[in-house]
């Protein structure tokens, strides 16, 4: 079964950067996307952003201007680079990929911004 890999959480200060990165066990073929999406303490998983194998990218309005996602679909790898980190930040980090409609999600990386 294939599973996804996050790495690079952690905890950083506030105004920091945090770079995300995500891999495939084993190839995949046909991913349409993938992407990054977040749970904070009691709150419902958001999307981050998103990015097609077209290259088409989404991002969640809070992450705009601040978090950069990019993407080898060559290797089935996914980034989500993190610049200016606040607060509200802190969350697991999930990445996950869209594979003919169905979803396959790594474990998560724990991301905590605080001074």
């Known amino acids: 079964q294939v599973q996804l890999v996050e790495s690079g959480g952690g905890l950083v200060q506030p105004g920091g950067s945090l770079r995300l990165s995500c891999a495939a066990s084993r190839s995949i073929f046909s991913i349409s996307a993938m992407g990054w999406y977040r749970q904070a303490p009691g709150k419902q998983r958001e999307l981050v952003a998103i990015i097609t194998s077209g290259s088409r990218i989404t991002y969640a309005d809070s992450v705009k201007g601040r978090f950069t996602i990019s993407g080898d679909y060559d290797k089935n790898t996914v980034y989500l680079q993190m610049n200016n980190l606040k607060p509200e930040d802190t969350a697991v980090y999930y990445c996950?990929?869209?594979?003919?409609?169905?979803?396959?999600w790594g474990q998560g990386a724990q991301v905590i911004v605080s001074s």
């Open positions: 996950n990929a869209d594979r003919l409609g169905t979803i396959i």
